[in-house]
């Protein structure tokens, strides 16, 4: 028979079992860390009306978007989980209560060139608070907690959020008669960290058309730095000339206290005036995560505080903030860096049950105990030399093996092998489910990501 | 702004949150079943090369297919987790250790005809077992093992796995001389339970082309049945006719007593002669799973043993047995016939911290202490008045409310009220949160799924 020969579409991750039980790790322990929070998890279609997913329009992102007839049908592939909760809340509107915070961890689809560690199907793991007309500003700081204790639960420890706010901004750029070009300055102003505050200076005055004292002043107020009581500190310098600047700082000021109410430690985050996010969505406080040691990577988890969630699809004000970490480009980066730790189970099961004998019934029975305990089990049932049953073992790299001859039935009890030391103890089947138990326990008690 | 209507596409289910809180809760429960038996987590793309798709080719997924093309390439969306499997093990064979055991819990699409109860976009969450040249029987008995403990784990109790044997029906048909028409009997028993015996006959003499005779020979072979043990006694007396019937016989018999070893309770599998499944596909070993009391629904859990997962992709011979659930479909059946538990927690959170004063730290600190213990904890920061907010805490029927007033604050206390009691009582963050864990513990110690 003619073959066709087997392969997954270039940009679209397949993980091998072992880096596949790493993914899944990560996906629990964010899923159990959302929920922690109060968040419900939401799960929309993939597939969605290409009217409804592109009601905005526009931009970048129709380009990239897997879009298809099927029937009558105009149909395309989600690109993000914002926009399906968009369009969730206002269909929905009447049977939810406000302030609604869901969180959706979902594969989203971008038809990109395929390059090293973009993908174009991968998944994100968003958490959003939705108030009815009005969201308090303590979410904004909460929302940047979450993600400081789901990172520390990951294993995470050198990473920074920063938090800016876009009303201080834009409050700056009105002090200044800037308005008009904030769009451009602010574009121009996102490339300090890869051109320097030179190459910026001379863009805004040859391509913004600024004049140099006002280039001048957008570089002084960036170049802001220091502890976050400093930059709070430098930024009061500037209080009184603009209503909207003010209270952009006043929530700043509010978030930054906030922050270390939630437990938040100061290394772990920093007010950063450089981080504007999307132009035309993002309406307080913004976000953006860096890993310290892997600048080059980029943020790994962003976001930010918006008035109007979903004005395409009604009229009601649907306030927000919410934050979204780019899963299966984190997982990737962590893996090409060897931030993964190796020590964590990642074979199939805790226990392969080795019988040796014709009737596998005490085998069976062994591995029920072991099961009862919680303990991942495999029985082991082909008709294979020792050897090959011990080589399976090994190739799994499953942490323990449970042998069983005729002296063990005759016995009642298992040989359990420790399979990184070698050693070997005889045990009555409930006894080696606990020392079995306790083992893949210690075993399992690091963190996902080592640094 | 004009406005695009929200909308969700038809035969795509997309759940309110306390819906979709049971489901989420259904797959934890797979995920957890499956991984205590040894299987490996698998996350394989959602859209593949058309041609790797539909290598296989024909027949009604053709039609059914969501396929597109994308710049230059076509691509489908995949219509069920088996072909996936099949790419990933020819792909990775040489990275796999067989038996390869999986599991997969994923989406796949298949654009039939809208209709009730029917799902364009749904779950399937898949089990299977592969061997690289031979696989031992005793995974044919785990199978169905696996099932009863999943779905008694779910809450189920009143089902039956209907086991057959698809060499035994080979065999009855050779014995009988009636391979050829095999597969036009097979199609026609199918019906048995639509349309009774009499029927069937008609149609195996007049369609089938069949004698008499013979026609009464299926029907009375069909019509084998009785306890497990009575079966197989009935059975028994077609041996030494055929060489596969009296194969498939003694793997029948196999399986059956491998499911005692593993404790499946005789009422909740039966010999099902009547079972075949696909027709070119399984060749050994074939379930199907009945919800007793509803056997309109159909089979809610279907699979077998195959010998050639991957022959459109490999010339290696790769057997397995796998099974199926497809879980959004039993999911709305169980949720229409109100078969979901409503004592389970379904509420974003455990409990909610409602802050009456304007400072926030002591909320804060109170969420951090429910938080450690585990409890799902939403604080909630709006300003509104009392009434709101405990007509909130009953809108999204959490089951505490603790509320943080000046003298909370001034006692180092939390007041906890049951919000379906109504009880309210003064305690320590900590003993607070002690008392709410057991409280939480016990309201969701019951089963997803109440018969």
């Given at each position: 028979?003619?073959?066709?020969?087997?392969?997954t579409?270039?940009?679209?991750?397949?993980?091998?079992?072992?880096?596949?039980?790493?993914?899944?790790?990560?996906?629990?322990?964010?899923?159990?860390?959302?929920?922690?929070?109060?968040?419900?998890?939401?799960?929309?279609?993939?597939?969605?009306?290409?009217?409804?997913?592109?009601?905005?329009?526009?931009?970048?992102?129709?380009?990239?978007?897997?879009r298809?007839?099927?029937?009558?049908s105009?149909?395309?592939?989600?690109?993000d989980?914002?926009?399906p909760?968009?369009?969730?809340?206002?269909?929905?509107?009447?049977?939810?209560?406000f302030?609604?915070r869901?969180?959706?961890?979902?594969?989203?689809?971008?038809?990109?060139?395929?390059?090293?560690?973009?993908?174009?199907?991968?998944?994100?793991?968003d958490?959003?608070?939705?108030?009815?007309?009005?969201?308090?500003?303590?979410?904004?700081?909460?929302?940047?907690?979450?993600i400081?204790?789901?990172?520390?639960?990951?294993?995470?420890?050198?990473?920074?959020?920063?938090v800016?706010?876009?009303?201080?901004?834009?409050?700056?750029y009105?002090m200044?008669?800037?308005?008009?070009?904030?769009?451009d300055?602010?574009?121009?102003?996102?490339?300090?960290?890869?051109?320097?505050?030179?190459?910026?200076?001379?863009?805004?005055?040859?391509?913004v058309?600024?004049?140099?004292?006002?280039?001048?002043?957008?570089?002084d107020?960036?170049?802001?730095?220091?502890?976050?009581e400093?930059?709070?500190?430098?930024?009061?310098?500037?209080r009184?000339?603009?209503?909207?600047?003010?209270?952009?700082?006043?929530?700043?000021?509010?978030?930054?206290?906030?922050?270390?109410?939630?437990?938040?430690?100061?290394?772990?985050?920093?007010?950063?005036?450089?981080?504007?996010?999307?132009?035309?969505?993002?309406?307080?406080?913004?976000?953006?995560?860096?890993?310290?040691?892997?600048p080059?990577?980029?943020?790994?988890?962003?976001?930010?505080?918006?008035d109007?969630l979903?004005?395409y699809?009604?009229?009601?004000?649907l306030?927000?903030?919410?934050?979204?970490?780019?899963?299966?480009?984190l997982?990737?980066?962590?893996?090409?860096?060897?931030?993964l730790?190796d020590?964590?189970?990642?074979?199939?099961c805790?226990?392969?049950?080795?019988?040796?004998?014709?009737d596998?019934?005490?085998?069976?029975?062994?591995?029920?105990?072991?099961?009862?305990?919680?303990l991942?089990?495999?029985?082991?049932?082909?008709?294979?030399?020792?050897?090959?049953?011990?080589?399976?073992?090994?190739?799994?790299?499953?942490?323990?093996?449970?042998?069983i001859?005729?002296?063990?039935?005759?016995?009642?009890?298992?040989?359990?092998?420790?399979?990184?030391?070698?050693?070997?103890?005889?045990l009555?089947?409930?006894?080696?489910?606990?020392?079995?138990?306790?083992?893949?326990?210690?075993?399992?008690?690091?963190?996902?990501?080592?640094?």
């Amino acid at each position: 028979m003619p073959k066709v020969a087997p392969r997954t579409l270039s940009g679209f991750m397949e993980l091998l079992p072992a880096q596949q039980m790493k993914l899944e790790r990560m996906m629990k322990i964010l899923r159990e860390s959302y929920a922690l929070y109060g968040f419900t998890p939401l799960d929309t279609p993939v597939i969605e009306s290409a009217e409804v997913l592109l009601a905005k329009g526009g931009g970048e992102t129709e380009k990239q978007i897997y879009r298809f007839q099927k029937g009558d049908s105009d149909l395309a592939l989600r690109f993000d989980l914002t926009v399906p909760l968009a369009k969730y809340v206002a269909q929905h509107y009447a049977e939810l209560s406000f302030p609604f915070r869901r969180y959706q961890i979902g594969k989203v689809y971008r038809g990109e060139r395929a390059q090293r560690g973009r993908f174009r199907e991968f998944y994100q793991a968003d958490i959003d608070v939705i108030g009815d007309g009005k969201l308090d500003i303590l979410n904004e700081a909460e929302i940047p907690a979450i993600i400081y204790n789901t990172f520390s639960k990951l294993g995470l420890r050198r990473f920074k959020i920063r938090v800016n706010n876009r009303k201080l901004l834009n409050g700056f750029y009105a002090m200044n008669g800037m308005s008009e070009k904030a769009g451009d300055i602010m574009r121009t102003v996102d490339k300090l960290d890869k051109i320097g505050a030179e190459k910026v200076r001379e863009l805004l005055i040859d391509e913004v058309k600024m004049l140099p004292c006002k280039a001048e002043n957008v570089l002084d107020f960036m170049a802001i730095c220091g502890t976050n009581e400093e930059v709070v500190a430098a930024l009061e310098r500037y209080r009184g000339m603009d209503e909207t600047f003010d209270q952009g700082l006043d929530e700043l000021i509010t978030v930054t206290r906030y922050l270390r109410d939630f437990g938040v430690p100061e290394e772990n985050f920093a007010v950063d005036l450089t981080i504007a996010r999307g132009l035309d969505y993002y309406t307080g406080t913004v976000y953006e995560t860096e890993m310290t040691d892997h600048p080059e990577i980029g943020s790994v988890c962003s976001g930010g505080r918006y008035d109007n969630l979903a004005e395409y699809y009604t009229d009601r004000q649907l306030p927000g903030v919410g934050i979204s970490i780019g899963l299966t480009r984190l997982f990737y980066v962590l893996n090409e860096q060897g931030l993964l730790s190796d020590e964590l189970v990642t074979a199939p099961c805790d226990a392969l049950v080795l019988p040796m004998t014709e009737d596998m019934g005490y085998a069976v029975a062994a591995a029920t105990a072991l099961r009862k305990k919680g303990l991942r089990t495999q029985i082991y049932g082909e008709k294979k030399k020792f050897k090959a049953k011990m080589g399976y073992a090994d190739k799994i790299g499953v942490p323990f093996a449970v042998l069983i001859g005729e002296d063990e039935m005759r016995d009642g009890v298992l040989s359990v092998k420790d399979m990184q030391t070698g050693e070997q103890v005889r045990l009555a089947p409930d006894e080696a489910a606990d020392y079995i138990a306790e083992k893949i326990a210690a075993l399992n008690a690091g963190s996902v990501i080592k640094e």
